[in-house]
Nanobody, 120 residues
Framework: QVQLVESGGGLVQAGGSLRLSCAAS????????MGWYRQAPGKQRELVAA???????NYEDAVKGRFTISRDNAKNTVYLQMNSLKPEDTAVYYC??????????????WGQGTQVTVSA
């Protein structure tokens, strides 16, 4: 019904930058909040940043001032610009979207995840 496809992960040195993208496709009527989560080995998945359809944002304290979330509603795409990366940012990053489909159903959808590795 709805697919989220992420891209942009990879290996970067500490202090470097990466930009993640997540494009939603399928029988979409509208997308409400979109967000990025991450899960490091042995840890629970946590919210990194989220953005409403109107552009309101919130961030995990650890990434404030370093990461920026944005979205293009016309393209059903959300981005995460990550600057000043630290080794502790290493994790699998997942895209999430609160989607209302053409049939009127409203559900959470997840991407497949993209690995971000920051070397010291």
């Amino acid at each position: 019904q709805v697919q989220l496809v992420e891209s942009g992960g990879g290996l970067v040195q500490a202090g470097g930058s990466l930009r993640l993208s997540c494009a939603a496709s399928g029988i979409i009527f509208s997308i409400n909040t979109m967000g990025w989560y991450r899960q490091a080995p042995g840890k629970q998945r946590e919210l990194v940043a989220a953005i409403t359809r109107g552009g309101s944002t919130n961030y995990e304290d650890a990434v404030k001032g370093r990461f920026t979330i944005s979205r293009d509603n016309a393209k059903n795409t959300v981005y995460l610009q990550m600057n000043s990366l630290k080794p502790e940012d290493t994790a699998v990053y997942y895209c999430n979207a609160d989607v209302t489909t053409i049939s009127g159903d409203r559900n959470d959808y997840w991407g497949q995840g993209t690995q971000v590795t920051v070397s010291a």
